[in-house]
């Protein structure tokens, strides 16, 4: 029997504001344990929450940007349970009332295009973070744990989708097209290492054809976008093989383990969870107006798709060439302070793309960690424009810019690498060139004219390579003519 | 009607530890509790809305700035078993 | 003269008219605490070095707040920096807030001069002060008898003369009942006027913190001090009126309904017969009494013990043994930990609400006890605005009881729960309610308590100092009477 694999995603994103959601400290990665907590995020008795009104703007935007219906009224809930990293002994979260429900993102692959449903958009807090003492690092095996709460408190989105991602692929579209959002709506940094963007996966199997949801597992904490792909798969190949052997999948929490790509099942808590939710009292009903919604929808920052629609019609690039650009906030910035410095929309996209993404690419590295500045790319693109060298150099001399973080004038005076378009110049070494080889000036007049990139090449040789090649042919054709 | 096994159930949801024969005593107070309150089950409350506030307040936010934080003396100050900066407690088993 | 007669607002005028010093007053209240606190118990606290050095700081530079130097107790549900803080419980034991009450710092700002930290139920759970872990506090009236609770320290410290003032928190009636049991009054004002920034949660929807004071003028004068929207507290609000000083004024044309429910069956005789006579007082001065009818009052105990629970439940699930407080030794596990100590840290009624509240949020019963609960209250909301439709205020006995023997009621939870039947509605309902004293009943005080509603202070307040100076009620319990 064929099988279909039925996906779904709950996301966590942890949101950029300037301090907590429900008290004053800060927000940010890290740092010395402990040394960003107050007696709201420490859960000292008689301590209160109160909202932040970032983090509903926030809230409000990613809502919007899944086109998500934003009901009048949400109300917070208490989830309770005991872990220490948990203070208050409950999460402050939101539950039947939900800030937003019902909305969908469409991915677009090479082969298919999918409108994945968004269930729900709420609001909660996050955890504080336990050290787990010991050898190991990991829970199993420690002596002890060490609680560190600077992170307790931070304000945290959860996003559910609806069952609708029908392969590893696709799962791993959907969420980098999430996190593109998210950047552009510069509500979170998404930095998926530092824990800001987590992904949950909920996946079952069914026949092909069938409409009945399968028994589902829940593959926790997939911290990239390639764990999330691979530990799909190998998931779903479990499932598959249970299935294909007459066994049955046990609804059940597992584990991916990347060092040997191994599922693995989470040990499972002693009692079903029993969460008692029940209204947060220290907390009053949100209640967003329509002049709110409006509001936000106002602030919103450009999307994906406007901007690449508007490079088409603005900038009149390819499609393609929109697509590419805008498929990264950080590289459509890029891309269009480039563009502020340096006229020519197509041949700075030809760039970015071509040589920029390339280089990101082999070298594995981030936009962020690049040394070429986009004025530094501008800068390059002028000497090319101007003939001061050709394009092929330009291209060696923005490898070297990426290596060593020079700019493009230290590296051309630095190698020498100005173009000879002086006639003069150039007549001394052609006169010369001519002179060495007489079977070939024979045989270019006797009408063999592709001879002529011969003689360019002995000049370049010559010039190593600094030749202007447009001044080189002209005054070659004229030589040879005479 | 509330039998040790509620109890049990109970007692482990909040986190308590009752000792074999509290298990007794705990059950015994709970129904009698639970007897008086199950009065509120005569009403027929279909249609009326459920109160979680007496106030009628929405939308009580702050703005987005950050405050002093505690120095971290301060806040592992009253900690049981402190260490390192981060306060320590025995190993988590069962997640 | 009996300093520890002195009602804060006669002090605060002699204090300003230089005929009295604060370290005088405070040293009065001292020594009364020197001579009380083995027979009374009320403080779990006491700096007695501190408040003569704060009196002393009073007096040195006058003019300072509008509450310079009165000595006033807290009750040790309110955070205090740098002072412990222990709730009446063993969980807290050593505890140092990093940071104060907001209703503290409030009176702190005004120059108040702290006596020191008052007992209480653990945690505020409890109706006679016998459920701290410290020791039971006693009646002033009569040391056999409990003073009430769970402000039964606050009660009893202004009662004995071991404190101008106090202040108090009252979740089911907490300050009303013990107030009414000692003979004094006790306000609690309408949910939000107070922030509960600093007030360890008990049920977060019903707590709120009020005076216990001498008398009403007093109590709105505390009051003044305390009322207003905290930034710390989402549901805190601005009160629509300033808190005015009560007049000299008679009671006519004011329309008070006498409420049935609460008025009859239930109440022992000796305090119907005080409630009735007070009845008559207040209408041969002018007021119009009539009869009111809260309908659903029968169904407040069981709501008010569903939802408060349930609130606790989770409000004391902070209690873990990691951040602060107790923690039990030797567990092998997190989880264990959790377990030993807040077995070993809670007392038995607080394990017992703890009980109740999470087995009415588990899964299935949410419904039919939580959600049943909180229809209940928009029922009771609904006959208090009725009842508003015909009268200003309302009234009725504040306990069913006068102070019953200490160990009475320990062994029967349930009858301890009934002893709250008259001033639960009011937190149900989120209305202010204040308890005066109507007289005695077999030499123990009985309260008359007024309801109004919802941010009415003013008026309840000027009612209850009409009503106050018609019952003429002058008895000082016998440790301050025997200083006359």
């Given at each position: ?7 779904g ?19 940010k ?28 703007t ?7 940007s ?31 009332q ?17 409108r994945?449903?968004?269930?729900r ?37 959860e996003?559910?989708?609806r ?16 996190k ?8 979170s ?35 990239s ?16 093989e ?13 584990h ?60 009149g690039l ?17 891309f ?13 996209s ?23 500045s ?9 000497r090319?424009?101007d ?12 490898a ?20 000879i ?11 010369q ?22 003689f ?7 010039t ?13 054709r ?5 | ?58 939308n009580v936010?702050r ?5 002093d934080s ?17 306060f ?8 | 003269?009996n ?12 204090l ?35 408040s ?14 509008t ?11 309110l955070?205090?920096r ?22 503290v ?52 410290a202004?009662a ?29 004002p ?10 360890v ?23 003044r001090?305390?009322v ?8 805190s ?44 007082r207040l ?8 009869e ?42 997190v989880?264990?930990?959790y377990?030993l ?46 009842a ?34 008259c001033?639960?509605p ?34 309840l ?9 018609v019952l ?13």
């Amino acid at each position: 029997m064929e099988y279909e694999p039925v996906i779904g995603l709950e996301i966590h994103v942890e949101l950029s504001t300037r301090s907590k959601m429900f008290c004053g400290c800060r927000v940010k990665f890290g740092g010395v344990p402990n040394t960003r907590t107050c007696p709201v995020c420490l859960a000292h008795p008689g301590a209160l929450p109160v909202m932040n009104r970032q983090a509903i703007t926030n809230l409000a935007r990613i809502a919007l940007s899944l086109d998500c219906e934003i009901p009048e009224r949400s109300i917070f809930h208490r989830k309770n349970y005991f872990y220490p990293d948990l203070p208050k002994g409950y999460q402050i979260s939101q539950y039947d009332q939900p800030f937003a429900v019902d909305g969908s993102l469409e991915i677009a692959l090479e082969d298919e295009t999918a409108r994945i449903g968004i269930e729900r958009v709420h609001m909660e807090e996050d955890t504080a973070k336990n050290i787990h003492a010991g050898d190991s690092g990991r829970i199993a095996g420690s002596l002890y744990s060490m609680i560190d709460f600077n992170r307790s408190g931070t304000p945290l989105v959860e996003i559910v989708t609806r069952p609708h991602i029908h392969s590893p692929r696709m799962a791993r579209a959907f969420l980098n097209r999430l996190k593109n959002t998210l950047l552009y709506l510069d509500v979170s940094d998404c930095n998926m290492e530092e824990g800001s963007l987590r992904c949950d996966a909920n996946v079952s199997l069914r026949p092909v054809g069938t409409d009945e949801l399968g028994v589902k597992t829940e593959l926790k904490n997939m911290n990239s976008f390639k764990h999330l792909e691979k530990g799909l798969a190998q998931e779903i190949e479990r499932q598959r093989e249970l299935l294909e052997d007459g066994e049955r999948v046990v609804q059940q929490t597992v584990h991916y383990d990347v060092a040997s790509g191994e599922i693995s099942p989470l040990r499972s808590k002693e009692e079903a969870h029993d969460y008692r939710y029940f209204p947060e009292p220290d907390l009053v009903p949100l209640v967003a107006s329509q002049q709110f919604v409006e509001e936000v929808r106002r602030g919103m920052p450009e999307l994906p798709e406007a901007r690449e629609q508007r490079y088409v019609s603005e900038f009149g690039l390819p499609l393609y060439d929109a697509q590419v650009l805008t498929a990264s906030r950080e590289v459509a910035d890029y891309f269009e302070e480039a563009l502020g410095l340096f006229d020519d929309a197509k041949l700075v996209s030809n760039w970015v793309m071509g040589e920029l993404l390339a280089f990101l690419n082999t070298a594995g590295q981030e936009l962020s960690a690049c040394r070429v500045s986009p004025a530094g790319l501008a800068e390059l693109l002028h000497r090319v424009r101007d003939g001061d060298i050709s394009a092929n150099t330009g291209k060696e001399v923005f490898a070297e810019m990426c290596e060593s973080g020079a700019s493009a004038a230290e590296i051309i005076a630095a190698r020498g690498l100005t173009q000879i378009s002086d006639e003069s110049e150039l007549e001394a070494v052609i006169g010369q060139v001519i002179e060495d080889n007489p079977d070939q000036v024979e045989q270019y007049r006797g009408g063999k004219v592709k001879v002529i990139g011969f003689f360019v090449g002995q000049v370049m040789k010559q010039t190593g390579g600094r030749a202007n090649p447009k001044v080189v042919n002209e005054l070659l054709r004229r030589r040879l003519s005479e | 009607m509330v039998d040790h096994e509620d109890v049990r159930y109970v007692a482990r949801l909040a986190r308590l530890r009752l000792e074999p024969h509290e298990l007794d005593r705990y059950a015994e107070q709970l129904s009698s509790i639970l007897k008086h309150i199950n009065k509120i089950s005569e009403l027929d409350l279909e249609g009326t809305e459920p109160m979680s506030h007496v106030l009628d307040l929405t939308n009580v936010l702050r703005e987005d700035e950050v405050h002093d934080s505690l120095d971290s003396e301060e806040a592992l100050a009253n900690g049981p078993d402190v260490e390192d900066g981060a306060f320590r407690v025995p190993p988590i088993i069962g997640e | 003269m009996n300093l520890l007669r002195l009602t804060a607002t006669e002090a605060l005028r002699r204090l300003a008219d230089r005929e009295l010093s604060s370290a005088e007053l405070t040293g009065a209240y001292l020594e009364q605490m020197e001579r009380c606190e083995g027979d009374i118990s009320a403080y779990l606290h006491t700096d007695a070095e501190a408040s003569r050095k704060a009196a002393a700081a009073v007096d040195a530079s006058p003019g300072g707040g509008t509450l310079a130097g009165l000595p006033t107790a807290i009750k040790d549900v309110l955070c205090t920096r740098g002072i412990p803080t222990t709730c009446g419980s063993r969980m807290l034991e050593g505890f140092i807030p990093v940071y104060t009450a907001t209703c503290v710092s409030r009176m702190e700002d005004a120059g108040i001069v702290s006596l020191g930290k008052t007992n209480m139920d653990e945690f505020a759970m409890g109706s006679s002060t016998e459920n701290s872990a410290y020791g039971t506090t006693r009646n002033p009236w009569d040391t056999q008898r409990v003073p009430g609770g769970s402000s039964g320290g606050s009660a009893a410290a202004v009662a004995a003369g071991e404190a101008l003032w106090a202040l108090g928190t009252d979740t089911g009636g907490s300050i009303r009942q013990p107030a009414s049991f000692c003979g004094v009054v006790g306000l609690k004002p309408t949910y939000g006027a107070v922030s509960r920034y600093g007030l360890v949660a008990f049920a977060s929807s019903f707590d709120q913190v009020g005076p216990v004071t001498r008398s009403v003028r007093d109590a709105a004068l505390m009051l003044r001090h305390l009322v207003g929207k905290d930034p710390l507290d989402s549901t805190s609000v601005e009160h629509p009126e300033a808190i005015a000083d009560p007049v000299d004024r008679d009671l006519s044309g004011l329309r008070l309904g006498v409420v049935s429910e609460l008025a009859g069956e239930g109440i022992e005789a000796g305090v119907n017969e005080v409630f009735r006579e007070a009845l008559a007082r207040l209408q041969a001065a002018g007021a119009e009494l009539g009869e009111a009818s809260l309908p659903h009052v029968e169904y407040c105990i069981p709501a008010y013990y569903i939802l408060a629970p349930a609130e606790a439940s989770a409000n004391l699930a902070r209690f873990d043994g990691v951040r602060y407080g107790h923690r039990a030794s030797g567990a092998g596990d997190v989880t264990e930990m959790y377990e030993l100590t807040r077995s070993e840290g809670f007392g038995d009624e607080v394990k017992r609400r703890i009980m109740l509240g999470t087995y009415a949020l588990s899964s299935g019963y949410y419904d039919a006890y939580y959600g049943q609960a909180q229809k209940v209250r928009s029922l009771v909301v609904g006959d208090f605005r009725a009842a508003f439709a015909d009268y200003d205020l309302l009234l009725s006995p504040t306990t069913p009881t006068t102070a019953f023997r200490i160990g009475e009621k320990v062994d029967d939870p349930l009858s301890m729960y009934m002893s709250d039947v008259c001033t639960t509605p009011a937190n149900l309902a989120g209305l202010p309610a204040i308890s005066i004293p109507a007289g005695l009943s077999q030499g123990l005080p009985v309260g008359l308590q007024l309801f109004g509603p919802a941010f009415s202070e003013n008026l309840l307040l000027q009612a209850a100092h009409s009503a106050e100076s018609v019952l003429g009620f002058q008895a000082a319990s016998p440790l301050v009477e025997e200083l006359d």
